[in-house]
């Protein structure tokens, strides 16, 4: 059984159509790749599986468990963590207590101590800046604190939006890195990327997105040496 | 001015000060989270006076139906103050789920939810003079004790104390009570758990919910808090002077307005300022004049928004494209 199935998910804002027919699943253990150009419907099919937007019809289970109507932040409870596109970390708090509300969820306060010694390990740069209000960060720096934030619920699976968007390559590599090391930690991953070449270098498994239809799916290796992927999101 | 004088207004500036700083934190705390400004908080200043002057026994002396009618019991005033000022918290939390929460979920313009904050108000004011009646309600003198009855006023002149700085005790027992409150709210919004979500959930909800805050239940605690501050502030002006009738918390209402836009909208260190600010002023108002008091808040505002526009600390908006 894949630990997140969605099926025949749709959604619409207003009169247009985001998402339609939708269907994904991860297995655990996988980093999935979603990838597509602007407008495609990748932030959207995040933003429905962390229910912080209305789905129209379909159906999202996780473990085997409904959370088409769930509330947003049993998702979290339930094991699903999203550094959401554009990072949004909380700009007036300090990076270290950015940290501490990504443990939210948790009360297991030795626990949550450990974990934000390892996320400092992780991203060296983050324990320097640990008392730098997170808004005055760099990009990349900010980046590196939403994705260690999103860790710190322990997820079972977490949901990556755009990790590369507006950063330097040296930034990217150094983030993708991380994710790497995740992967080969066991965590699963749901990656949104426009930038196509990375992601499909780091994911097992890739869908195309475009206009809120999935186009191709499958193998990522093989989906990097698809004619049309080539043309459109490698060229 | 003499300097006895000059200490003695001081002192009583700061007294009231602190009671208008925390008032006005629950307009600020709803602000900052909503983005709106809750017009019925006065009404709730209202309210947590008429609870606690019931609650500790206090009868109906006024012409509404209720009139001449008590509850069977008095509770000691520090139960009543708490239990009173909490019932204005869940008026609040009522008026967030009636005349808030349904404007918000379809998506409604903020001004709307100003308007329908005015009209809870209005029906509250008037709710008020139909049970209870206009008349003035005043609190027993001794309602802190024996010990405030007996000495209704301390010389604060310990230098010499030969020309006395007299100060009401009552006034110096609301500037206690206001202070630990600011002091326990200071630490709840920057040092709890509770506290650091609340502030999430004030930058960006979205990403709060992210987080696993439940939104909607920070909502609730949202104006469970400010109605409590509202009620607690009633009741603290209620026992200084008296409730003044069904419009009592009127004035107030205005007055914490101003006080929240010379410290800087929805700026919590900024709420503390202006009503220390406020406070201070009206104190100072001479005798000759006094019958402009309640003019001094509104002409302080007018001079400092001409200076600082976006308030004594608040952060200037940006301007979005
Ligand atoms: N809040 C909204 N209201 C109305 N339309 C929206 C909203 N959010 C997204 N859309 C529309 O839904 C479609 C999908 O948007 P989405 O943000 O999911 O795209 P995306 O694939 O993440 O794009 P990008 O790569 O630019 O981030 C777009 O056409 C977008 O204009
Ligand atoms: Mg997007």
């Known amino acids: 059984m894949p630990m997140l199935e969605i099926a025949g998910l749709s959604v619409n804002y207003g009169g247009i159509q985001a998402l339609v027919d939708f269907n994904l699943h991860i297995n655990e253990g996988e980093v999935v790749t979603l990838i597509g150009s602007n407008g495609a419907g990748k932030t959207t099919t995040l933003r429905a599986i962390s229910r912080v937007i209305r789905t129209k019809s379909g159906t999202i289970q996780f473990n085997g468990k409904d959370i088409t109507r769930s509330e947003a932040s049993s998702v979290v409870s339930a094991g699903i963590a999203q550094s959401p596109e554009g990072r949004q970390v909380l700009a007036r708090q300090s990076v270290y207590d950015n940290l501490e509300m990504g443990a939210y969820i948790r009360n297991d306060r030795k626990g949550i101590l450990e974990d934000i010694e390892l996320q400092f390990n992780r991203f060296p740069r983050l324990r ?47 983030i993708f890195g991380i994710i790497a090391q995740l992967h080969a930690q066991g965590v699963t991953i749901l990656l949104v990327e426009q930038n196509a070449k990375i992601a499909l270098q780091h994911a097992d498994r890739a869908y195309v997105l475009e206009a809120g239809r999935v186009v191709l799916e499958g193998d990522a290796k093989e989906l990097a040496n698809n004619e049309r992927v080539k043309q459109a999101y490698l060229g | 001015m003499d300097i006895t004088v000059f200490v003695q ?3 009583n500036g700061l007294s009231i000060g602190t009671v208008y700083a925390i008032f006005a934190l629950g307009y600020t705390i709803v602000f900052s989270i909503l983005g709106i400004i809750n017009f019925s908080h006065g009404a709730i200043f209202t309210l947590g006076a008429y609870f606690t002057y019931f609650l500790i026994g206090g009868l109906n002396n006024g012409s509404g139906i209720l009139a001449n009618a008590g509850l069977p019991f008095g509770l000691p005033f520090v139960l009543a103050i708490l239990v009173g000022s909490l019932m204005a918290g869940f008026c609040g939390v009522l008026i967030e789920r009636l005349a808030f929460k349904p404007l918000r979920t379809r998506g409604a313009d903020p001004l709307l939810a100003l308007v329908s904050s005015l009209g809870v108000a209005l029906v509250i004011v008037n709710l008020v003079q139909y049970l209870i009646g206009a008349e003035i309600l005043s609190f027993p003198s001794n309602v802190f004790g024996e010990f405030v009855n007996q000495n209704p006023s301390i010389n604060f002149n310990f230098v010499d104390p030969s020309r006395p700085i007299p100060i009401r005790t009552v006034q110096i027992i609301i500037f206690a009570v206001s202070l630990v409150i600011l002091v326990l709210l200071a630490y709840l919004i920057n040092r709890t758990k509770f506290g650091k979500a609340l502030r999430a959930v004030a930058e960006n909800p979205i990403t709060a919910s992210l987080l696993g805050v439940s939104v909607d239940r920070y909502i609730f605690l949202t104006f469970l808090l400010s109605g409590f501050l509202g009620g607690l502030a009633g009741t603290l002006v209620g026992t200084s002077f008296s409730i003044s009738g069904p419009y009592f918390g009127v004035t107030y209402g205005l007055k914490g307005l101003a006080v929240i836009v010379l410290g800087g909208l929805g700026d919590i260190p900024g709420a503390v300022l202006g009503g220390l600010v406020i406070g201070l002023a009206e104190a100072f108002v001479p005798g000759d004049f006094s019958a402009y008091k309640e003019a001094v808040a509104f002409a302080l505002l007018f001079i400092i928004l001409l200076v600082r526009p976006q308030g004594l600390l608040g952060r200037r908006l940006i301007q979005k494209v």
């Open chain 1, 128 to 174: 320097e800046r640990k008392a730098q209000m997170a808004g005055t960060l760099s990009g990349g720096e900010q980046q590196m604190l939403a994705i260690a934030r999103a860790l710190m619920s322990r997820p079972k699976l977490l949901l990556l939006d755009e990790p590369s968007l507006g950063l330097a390559p040296l930034i990217v590599r150094e």
């Open chain 2, 9 to 11: 207004n001081f002192l």
